[in-house]
């Protein structure tokens, strides 16, 4: 079986880094080397509380950002999963053989039965059946995501398994690719992952302004002893620090400690703060020359649609025969 590789990001807002070190900068380096379907996963964004009127700037806003990241769309598809009825109908099939049990452990569905007690729908707990779907509706086998992620990788292989063995080999076994960071942890709340559900001095946006990225590193959550090494479990959020210098900047954790022995929280957090403005500089320039583009823009995700409905099709067919509704 030939490779594909599936990913794909709820428009829910702006991208922070945690989304780009813990899983788009696999997506770029895959594409070199495998064709690539990148989804704006629309549908899954709604099963929380959100504003109609925003949501269609944020699903604009997203692709702007996956082309400005440097998607390349002579390489890979880019398409909307609203645009495409075949995710919904194959999570549906899915579904009617996903147990219950199996949906109810998922760590994701627990947080989000806690955080949104008053929207408890059922898209909350279908969730990852979807986002089976959207993998296997392409046969996609390599599935570039965070950490958070890894339940749901594993509930699609289950899944896939069992509608193997209840209607023959169809699917095939998923890879999750891992960062070397998958877990990016928030800059106020070092022991948990970065996320834009925790507030906004929580993540450092991709379209951060260079004053706010300033400030947001400045006043990141760090211990008092001001020694700069890796330490997750007594120095949390200055180990979250060093990881993301790494990243940005290739040293390794080792020559950043010794460049910065003696120097400081301070030296240390304001050279951080000027090496993720000038990494974020291209993708900010870029971002705001395509946002004069929309027709070109738009252009993009119809051609991927295009490409990504035969094979979306195709595997639906093979689905309802197996199943006998064709
Ligand atoms: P989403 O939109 O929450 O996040 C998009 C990607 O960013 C990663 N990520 C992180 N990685 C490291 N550290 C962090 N702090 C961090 N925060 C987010 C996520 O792991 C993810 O890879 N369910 C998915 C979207 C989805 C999907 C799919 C992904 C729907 N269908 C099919 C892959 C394949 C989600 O909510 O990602």
């Not at 700037?57 to 398409?79: T, V, Y």
């Not at 891992?178 to 877990?183: A, E, G, I, N």
Request: with cysteine; aromatic share 8%.
């Amino acid at each position: 079986m030939s490779n594909l590789v599936f990913s794909g990001i709820q428009p829910s807002g702006q991208l922070h880094i945690g989304n780009y070190l813990g899983a788009i900068i696999n997506w770029l380096e895959l594409q070199e080397k495998y064709p690539c379907i990148f989804a704006i996963v629309d549908y899954h964004s709604i099963s929380v509380p959100f504003n109609p009127q925003e949501k269609r700037q944020e699903i604009k806003e997203l692709a702007l950002d996956f082309l400005a990241l440097g998607i390349n769309p002579k390489k890979s598809q880019i398409i909307i999963q609203s645009h495409l009825p075949e995710h919904l109908e194959l999570a549906w099939i899915l579904g009617t053989i996903t147990p219950l049990s199996w949906l109810e452990r998922i760590p994701t569905f627990k947080s989000k039965k806690q955080q949104h007690q008053q929207y408890l729908n059922l898209g909350l707990l279908s969730y990852p059946v979807l986002m089976s779907a959207d993998i296997l509706l392409y046969k996609a086998n390599l599935v570039p995501v965070g950490e958070d992620q890894l339940p749901h990788i594993e509930l699609t292989n289950q899944i896939a398994k069992r509608f193997n063995q209840m209607f023959g080999k169809t699917f095939p076994e998923i890879k999750p690719i891992l960062t070397v960071q998958s877990r990016i942890m928030g800059l106020n709340r070092p022991n948990d992952k970065m996320s834009k559900s925790l507030g906004k001095s929580n993540y450092l946006a991709l379209t951060d302004l260079p004053k706010t990225i300033r400030q947001k590193i400045k006043s990141a959550t760090t211990d008092s002893d001001n020694q700069i090494k890796l330490d997750w479990e007594k120095k949390p959020g200055i180990s979250n620090l060093l990881s993301i210098y790494h990243l940005f900047t290739k040293k390794t954790i080792d020559q950043i400690c010794q460049q910065y022995q003696n120097k400081g929280y301070a030296q240390f957090k304001s050279d951080l703060a000027e090496i993720i403005i000038e990494q974020l500089s291209p993708f900010q320039n870029k971002r705001q020359r395509l946002s004069n583009k929309p027709g070109y823009i738009n252009k993009i995700i119809s051609n991927g649609e295009k490409k990504a409905k035969k094979i979306a099709q195709a595997t639906l067919r093979e689905v309802k025969q197996k199943i006998g509704l064709l």
